[in-house]
């Protein structure tokens, strides 16, 4: 079965980066494309932006542009969000989410807690 | 942006009761391709989102036909038909017609 795990919850400092991953399974990892996706305390879902495994191309939400970097690992079908410069406005849930054929945001992670606190 | 007005933002409701969430799109949601990308999603406490409905009435594989979707253009509806105490928690509309994709603020279903 389609299965995206994510790697645990991450205490970070302020002005740091943080690198969090999705590892993928039971579906073709290259050909559907990644999403990443922030939930705020007691906020709604915002997109972050989404990668193609298959060749690594990109397309970022301006808002998070210089904020997340996307990438992505063919032989271990895990894809990776880089966080820089980190304020407490940060803090948040990040989930993967992948699209399969024509299902867009069909399958989702568990979710990777981010504390941004000094 | 694209804006989707979710309403109600809160929905009470009794076992059996049937109920409906809007989902209105500041914008035409018709892609060029003839697809028009409106999804359900339903977030249950301390859980992640999961997909129920795609391309506006699709159901996805597993989820009950108590759950239908319909719409067009800018106006779109989730039913529940029956709602049952496994459908508490909140819905979301989502767009991926125009980047950058966005949700709707969610309605949260609760039994009254």
């Known amino acids: 079965q389609v299965q995206l795990q994510q790697s645990g919850t991450e205490l970070v400092k302020p002005a740091s980066s943080v690198k969090i991953s999705c590892k993928a399974s039971g579906y073709p990892f290259t050909s559907n494309y990644m999403h990443w996706i922030r939930q705020q305390p007691g906020n709604g879902l915002e997109w972050i932006g989404w990668?193609?495994?298959?060749?690594?191309?990109?397309k970022y939400n301006q808002k998070f542009d210089g904020k997340a970097t996307l990438t992505a690992d063919k032989s271990s079908s895990t894809a990776y969000m880089q966080l820089s410069s980190l304020t407490s406005e940060d803090s948040a849930v990040y989930f993967c989410?992948?699209?399969?054929?024509?299902?867009?945001?069909?399958?989702w992670g568990q979710g990777t807690l981010v504390t941004v606190s000094s | 942006d694209v804006v989707l007005t979710q309403t109600p933002p809160t929905l009470s409701a009794t076992i059996g009761q049937s109920v409906s969430i809007s989902c209105r799109s500041s914008?035409?949601?018709?892609?060029?391709?003839?697809?028009?990308?409106l999804n359900w999603l339903l977030q249950r406490p301390g859980q992640p989102p999961q997909l129920l409905i795609y391309l506006v009435s699709r159901l996805e594989s597993g989820v009950p036909n108590r759950f239908s979707g319909s719409g067009s253009g800018t106006d779109f509806t989730l039913k529940i038909s029956g709602v049952e105490a496994e459908d508490l928690g909140v819905y979301y509309c989502v767009q991926s017609t125009h980047a950058p994709y966005t949700f709707g603020a969610g309605t949260k279903l609760e039994l009254k």
């Open positions: 990668i193609y495994p298959g060749n690594g191309n990109t």
């Open positions: 989410a992948s699209n399969y054929g024509g299902y867009w945001f069909a399958y």
């Open positions: 914008q035409s949601l018709l892609h060029r391709n003839g697809n028009t990308y």
